[in-house]
C-alpha cells in the first residue's frame, strides 16, 4: 500500500543558533574560526534575503583574516561573550545587549536609534598588547582583464607572494582552509566555469617555517571583462621600499586600477584578535592608468606634493605614492629600510598619515572609490 500524503519538513542551518527578522546568530567555541564549509553555506543563504549574520565566539578566539573581512563586507558582526555571558563587539570592545543590539537592530530586526546603536570608537577597557603579535602587511590590488578567452586570473597573487613571502608554497579554495595546491591556470577556469556569479576563493601560504600569508581573491565580471580584487595579509618584517617596489611590478604587469598597502601587527598565523589594538598605518599606493585617465589626475602634481614616482609611458602613466617616503625622498626616522613594515614610531606614523590625507586630497575620496569598482560590475545575487 503506498501513502500518497507529504510531510513538509522545515530544518533550521546547522550553523544557526538564534534568529530573528533580519538577522540570526551563529556561535563558535573553536580557538581559531575560519571560513568553513558550514559558515559559507550559512552566508550564501543569508546573503540571498539580506539577513545579517553576528558570529558569537570566545573572547580568546581568533578569526582568519579572510573570515574577519567577510563579515565586514556581507554587513555582520564578530561579537564575544564571556563566561558570565556579557556580549562585547569584538575589536571595539563595546558591551551589547544582545546579538541583534551588536548589529544595530532591535529583536524584531527595526534598526535601533542612533543614541542606541553601537558605535565604531575603540574603548580602551579590556585592551592589552598581544606579545605575540608580528608585523603585518595588508594588500590590496584591484585589477582589470579584458574580455578575451585568453586572459589568465592570479598573476597578481603570483607577483606578491614572489616579491614578499618568497619560496611559499600557496593553497587556494572556496573554503578555508584552502587545500588545493595553486595551479593558475586551474585557477582561471574555476572562476570562468563560476560566471557570471562573483566568487571569492580563499587563498594561504606557507614554507617551512610556519604560514606565510592569507587572503582571498575575488572575481566579478564587469561590462567588458573580469575585475579580479586582491587582498593578502604578509605576516613577517618586510621592508617598506620592497613593498612598494611589488605594487610597482604589478602596475607594470596587470592593468591596475587602484592598489594599497599598510602596515599593522597581528599574529603570526595571519588570524585577528577580538582584543586587537593596532591600527593600520598607509605605506603605499598605485593609481593604475585607467583611473587616472578618467580621473584626469595630474600625476606629476601628486608625486610633487605627497612623494613617489610615476610609472609606465607619459601617454598612459600610474602613479605609486609613497607614505613612507616624503617629496623629497627622505626616508621617516625609525621606518627607513632596515625596519619592518609593522615597525614605525609615533612621528613616522603621523606623517604618514599627513600624506596620506593630502593624497585623498588631491585624488578625492568618492574617486578613489570609483576607482576600485568601475561602472558595470556586476555581483552575485
Known amino acids: 500500500m503506498t501513502d500518497d500524503a507529504t510531510t513538509t519538513v522545515s530544518l533550521l542551518h546547522p550553523m544557526l543558533d538564534t534568529h530573528g527578522p533580519g538577522w540570526v546568530e551563529s556561535r563558535s567555541s573553536k580557538p581559531v574560526v575560519g571560513v568553513s564549509s558550514g559558515l559559507s553555506a550559512l552566508f550564501v543563504d543569508c546573503a540571498g534575503p539580506g539577513t545579517r549574520v553576528a558570529l558569537v565566539t570566545d573572547p580568546a578566539s581568533r578569526l582568519t583574516y579572510s573570515l574577519f573581512h567577510l563579515l565586514d563586507v556581507l554587513g555582520g558582526v564578530w561579537l564575544t561573550r564571556a563566561s558570565d555571558g556579557s556580549l562585547r563587539r569584538a575589536v571595539t570592545l563595546e558591551p551589547v545587549r544582545s546579538p541583534a543590539h551588536g548589529l544595530g537592530v532591535t529583536e524584531d530586526g527595526y534598526p535601533l536609534p542612533q543614541d542606541e546603536a553601537p558605535s565604531s570608537v575603540r574603548l580602551d577597557e579590556g585592551r592589552t598588547v598581544d606579545p605575540d603579535a608580528v608585523p603585518w602587511t595588508q594588500l590590496a590590488v584591484v585589477t582589470h582583464h579584458r574580455a578575451r578567452a585568453e586572459a589568465r586570473l592570479g598573476g597578481t597573487l603570483e607577483r606578491l607572494v614572489e616579491a614578499l613571502a618568497p619560496g611559499t608554497r600557496t593553497l587556494w579554495g572556496t573554503t578555508e582552509p584552502a587545500t588545493t595546491v595553486w595551479d593558475r591556470d586551474f585557477f582561471t577556469a574555476a572562476a570562468r566555469s563560476r560566471m557570471p556569479s562573483e566568487t571569492r576563493f580563499h587563498v594561504a601560504g606557507g614554507d617551512a617555517s610556519g604560514p606565510r600569508y592569507r587572503g582571498w581573491v575575488r572575481i566579478a565580471r564587469s561590462d567588458d571583462g573580469v575585475i579580479e580584487e586582491t587582498r593578502i595579509v604578509v605576516t613577517g618584517a618586510v621592508a617598506p621600499g620592497v613593498v612598494a617596489d611589488a605594487l610597482a611590478d ?48 595630474d600625476v606629476e602634481g601628486l608625486v610633487r606634493r605627497v612623494g613617489g614616482r610615476v610609472l609606465g609611458s607619459s601617454r598612459t602613466p600610474s602613479v605609486l605614492v609613497s607614505f613612507d617616503e616624503g617629496p623629497a625622498g627622505d626616508a621617516e626616522v625609525g621606518a627607513g629600510a632596515g625596519a619592518g613594515a609593522g615597525a614605525v614610531d609615533g612621528a613616522a606614523a603621523a606623517a604618514r598619515w599627513h600624506r596620506f590625507a593630502d593624497a585623498v586630497e588631491v585624488v578625492g575620496a568618492d574617486e578613489i572609490l570609483a576607482a576600485m569598482t568601475p561602472p558595470g560590475v556586476h555581483r552575485a545575487s
Request: hydrophobic content about 50%; aromatic content about 2%; overall charge positive.
Open 250 to 297: 604589478v602596475a607594470g604587469r596587470q592593468q591596475v586600477l587602484l592598489a594599497t598597502a599598510w602596515s599593522m601587527s597581528g599574529r603570526a598565523d595571519g588570524t585577528v584578535s577580538a582584543h586587537d589594538r593596532v591600527a593600520p598605518q598607509p605605506l603605499a599606493a598605485v593609481v593604475g592608468a585607467r583611473s587616472v585617465r578618467g580621473m584626469q589626475l
